[in-house]
């Protein structure tokens, strides 16, 4: 779920406050007491300029916002707690309001601060303006290096955009990365060698591939991209849920929390089960009940609560 962090000397297109950030991330994140996430997770709202054919959240009843307070709140309790990363999530969070003012709000706090886009509405100058405000690190949805199947998943022109965005954000002197959703990680494992190409070749510095897993049931797709990648990524350009050397996925490790929209609290994004509701249920006692052992097949994204 989370990318290998970047090793700072290597990027050269780092503004001095991303370079800074990255610096304090990677200090905080060593540091972390045990059972505390690398990521909170915020989705900002459940609204979307695009319509994606695989988008878990397509076709949603009803659009939300989460309320700013809460969205505040919740930063502030993380950074109590330790949790060294905000990431602004949707829906896409460029459709929220006062997403600048929450950047800043993060970065204050002592949070690195990361926004996964679909990149539509990135423009060079509200790249730069958000960079401005406290942003550090974007992370731009590309599900294939072919155009006309980017395109077809999401849109006409979205390919294009997207790819305006990487270069907007990488512009901007923010820590940039492609995240992919990959279908299929068999023995050819074609598309995801095309999506490394692609992303290694944009300038990103990294990479984020995330298992599109059917709604119910046990998929193998997450450990199979897993073991794709160790074989086509040795160096660790790109992540997935499945870490290296570690037992479960991000949720299963509660390696990372998501606050949704409408303020239920979950594993990861894409778990089927809600831990509870913020602030009823604070970022404390819903990572107690996380902490779930990492066995088993059958991920938090592939069971019905
Ligand atoms: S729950 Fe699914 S999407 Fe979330 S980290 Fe685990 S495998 Fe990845």
Redesign the pocket.
């Known amino acids: 779920?989370t990318p290998r962090t970047p090793v700072i000397e290597q990027f050269s297109r780092l503004s001095p406050a991303s370079r800074l950030a990255l610096a304090v991330f990677r200090v905080r994140a060593a540091e972390r007491p045990a059972g505390i996430p690398g990521s909170l997770f915020l989705g900002l709202t459940s609204r979307c300029s695009l319509a994606c054919l695989h988008c878990k959240y397509r076709g949603g009843a009803g659009a939300s916002d989460l309320p700013y307070g809460l969205a505040l709140g919740a930063l502030r309790e993380a950074a109590a707690l330790g949790v060294p990363k905000a990431v602004f999530f949707g829906g896409e969070p460029l459709l929220y309001p006062r997403l600048a003012e929450l950047a800043g709000a993060a970065r204050d706090l002592g949070l690195f601060t990361e926004l996964d886009t679909n990149g539509q509405e990135l423009t060079a100058g509200r790249a730069r303006a958000l960079a401005r405000a406290g942003l550090s690190s974007v992370m731009v949805s590309l599900h294939s290096p072919s155009p006309a199947e980017h395109d077809r998943l999401c849109g006409r022109g979205t390919f294009r955009r997207a790819a305006r965005a990487l270069a907007a954000a990488l512009n901007a002197g923010l820590v940039t990365y492609v995240s992919s959703c990959v279908f299929a990680a068999g023995p050819g494992a074609r598309e995801l060698r095309g999506l490394l190409a692609f992303a290694r070749s944009s300038g990103a510095h990294g990479a984020r591939f995330?298992?599109y897993?059917p709604r119910a049931g046990a998929s193998r797709l997450?450990a199979a991209l897993a073991a794709a990648l160790r074989r086509e990524d040795p160096a660790g350009f790109a992540g997935?849920?499945?870490a290296r050397g570690r037992s479960?996925?991000?949720?299963?490790r509660a390696?990372?929390l998501y606050l949704g929209s409408s303020g239920d609290l979950r594993?990861?994004?894409?778990?089927m089960a809600s831990l509870g509701s913020f602030p009823r249920c604070t970022l404390a006692a819903a990572l107690r009940r996380s902490g779930r052992p990492a066995r088993g097949p059958v991920?938090?994204?592939?069971k019905r609560a």
């Open positions: 779920m995330l298992p897993s997450p997935t849920c499945l479960g996925c991000a949720a299963q390696d990372i594993a990861c994004p894409y778990a991920r938090p994204c592939q």
